[in-house]
């Protein structure tokens, strides 16, 4: 697809007609030899620079053909080459910023605009029915979302399939059908010496931001992951810049509190004794490192298991997903511009994913509400930065989420209320905790008699969910519930939570596992005229998932090959389990799940 200087261009002209000129002097200091340098893939540079490509070679082959046709291929050639030193002193450094928001339908996207065109309007009557939401405005098209071994996919095949351009079963972490470990997209620009991250809320050994940093043959081996991942227990043996999230459980040794690891090791001082990582733990040493990139690479473990859903946070002291985002734009953005350092930057909103799965609706809202906060924080960013591009895309829907529910047999109303989660303040699993707390007792009291417990669901319900006219019905579950305790009945209790939401709001679900629905596609690439082209050209439409790991590695031009033979040549410990079939989809947690994780598997 590379325009040939002689023969033309296959050009596509942008939507909105033109081709902006794009001033480009603020990068022009880079010598020759440097990464961006680096040739990048299939894609054209800049259109000003390809017409005039295109308008001297085609002068020089006229005016040369009457002499002779060798003379005018020697000089064309050496105009091609004069030009192509040319285009790479002038094109900007190329950057990637790669954002999931795992589990998140296009009804996902419905609601919360619906939500935060309420919210706002509450303050602001003249909010118009047209308000937009960050991601609104990047809409290109759809993805569809199937695995290699389902039509229904988890979010290890899913990262996979963007991760190595290429579809796996369900489960497999960066390893291919035949389990055997493919190149990732992070790596292969890590290794053309790019800048590369994750940024999640969920644990970082979890399925998405697992499958580009690490290589199992099933997304449960978290421990081997986080010794792939900061270890350098990986032929590559590399860390990725910044690895932020939670799942500090499977870098700690066995005997620490919360730990899930078998053996004694602490990854932590390994991550610091191998590769002198900077390991962070709260939103207060986060906030105090350099904006720079000093302390890279940083290991950020912000919690146990996954970080706080977004509505929770508040009672914890961790890092937001935009706080840490915003870190890696000023550490990554300062390289790219002080240096011409391209980079890789995934970005995940992890747990709308996992709200979806708890079917809880304000979580999931106020999960994505924040994630739209980080998209237009990155969207900023790449108007900023001429030649960097951001794409959000989900893996897969989770929960089959409608907006409007049937609730008796009678001929349904056309509605739902964001009302109704306006009101909510925490997530069903924060309130399962607290209501279970209270049922066992606290310290030295008594567990409280049924008559007690009634009273304090009551005022927890009206105090976390809004609600005051719980049903006797309701009232009698819930109490029941709670008393019989955490272990027999968590997942009873969270189903029930979020139906005193669900229902209320006429919100409906048809699941708590995944879906087969393509989800939306979304990409930006600011004003620079030959991205927003490539955009247009290789991602616009109904796509595999697939199609938008090959953009990401055309686009900076990676060599995924040369990766997975790396990778092939060993040693590498791809864990056990091979494509064992998760238990967790039907609604029970798996075996060995424990009630503060895992709840529906979140798989
Ligand atoms: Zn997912």
Redesign the pocket.
């Known amino acids: 697809m590379e325009n040939s200087p002689l023969l033309g261009s296959d050009q596509v002209p942008h939507p909105s007609g033109g081709n902006a000129s794009v001033n480009t002097s603020s990068f022009d200091s880079g010598a020759t030899h440097d990464i961006a340098s680096h040739p990048v893939g299939t894609y054209d540079d800049d259109d000003a620079e390809s017409m005039s490509v295109n308008s001297n070679g085609r002068r020089s082959l006229w005016f040369y053909a009457f002499a002779s046709i060798l003379v005018a291929a020697v000089l064309g050639s050496i105009v091609a080459a004069v030009v192509l030193v040319t285009k790479n002193h002038t094109h900007p450094p190329r950057a990637v910023i790669f954002m999931v928001s ?2 998140c339908g296009p009804t996902s996207m419905t609601v919360a605009r619906n939500f935060a065109q309420y919210r706002q309007s509450q303050a602001d009557p003249t909010t118009p029915v047209s308000m937009q939401l960050p991601l609104d405005t990047m809409l290109i098209g759809s993805s569809r979302t199937r695995s290699s071994s389902s039509l229904v996919t ?2 290890a095949a ?2 996979t399939a963007f991760s190595c351009v290429q579809k796996s079963y369900n489960g497999a972490v960066a390893v291919t059908d035949e389990i055997r470990p493919c190149g990732t997209l992070l790596e292969a620009a890590h290794v053309l010496g790019y800048r590369t991250g994750v940024v999640v809320t969920s644990r970082v050994t979890h ?2 931001p697992a499958a580009f940093t690490a290589h199992v043959a099933h997304r449960d081996s978290e421990n081997l992951i986080a010794e792939h991942q900061v270890a350098g227990a990986t032929p590559l043996k590399f860390m990725a810049d910044l690895v932020l999230g939670g799942g500090r459980r499977h870098f700690i040794p066995r005997d620490v509190p919360g730990s899930v690891r078998t053996d004694d090791r602490d990854l932590r001082i390994e991550a610091a004794e191998i590769f002198n990582a900077t390991v962070v733990q709260s939103a207060a040493e986060l906030a105090a490192l350099p904006r720079d990139a000093s302390s890279l690479p940083v290991l950020g473990l912000f919690s146990t298991s996954d970080m706080a859903y977004e509505v929770d946070r508040p009672t914890t002291d961790q890092p937001s997903l935009a706080d840490m985002a915003a870190y890696a734009l000023d550490v990554l953005g300062g390289e790219l511009r002080d240096h011409r350092t391209p980079f890789f930057l995934m970005i995940e909103g992890s747990r709308i ?1 996992h709200a979806a799965h708890d079917n809880d609706p304000a979580a999931h809202i106020y999960d994505l509400i924040m994630y739209n906060e980080v998209v237009a924080m990155v969207k900023k960013f790449v108007d900023e930065h001429p030649g960097t591009v951001v794409i959000s895309v ?3 829907e ?1 929960g089959g989420l409608s907006g409007g529910r049937q609730l008796t047999p009678e001929y349904p109303e056309y509605i739902w209320y964001p009302e109704v989660i306006a009101r909510v303040s925490r997530s069903t699993f924060f309130v399962a905790a607290d209501l279970f707390a209270y049922a066992a007792g606290s310290g030295s009291d008594a567990p409280p008699s049924e008559i007690e417990m009634r009273t304090y669901v009551l005022t927890t319900i009206e105090n976390y969910q809004g609600v005051s006219d719980l049903t006797m019905a309701e009232l009698d579950n819930l109490t029941t519930l709670a008393l019989g305790g955490q272990a027999a009945n968590q997942a009873a209790m969270m189903v029930a939570l979020g139906e005193v939401i669900s229902v209320r709001a006429e919100l409906g679900w048809t699941t708590h596992g ?1 879906t087969a629905a393509d989800v939306n596609l979304y990409a930006y690439g600011g004003s620079h005229a030959a991205t927003a082209r490539d955009i247009m050209r290789d991602l616009a439409g109904n796509r595999e998932n697939t199609d938008v790991g090959l953009f990401v590695r055309n686009y900076l031009g990676l060599d995924l090959a040369s990766i997975t033979e790396r990778l092939l040549a060993g040693p590498l410990d791809l864990g056990g389990l091979g494509k064992a079939i998760r238990t967790a989809v039907g609604g029970q947690p798996r075996a060995g799940a424990s009630p503060e994780t895992a709840l529906w598997g979140h ?1």
Do not use: L
Request: charged residues 25%; aromatic residues 0%; glycine residues 14%.
């Open positions: 795992d589990g988890d979010s899913g990262a399925a998405t994913d989900s893996d897969h989770t995944h798989n």
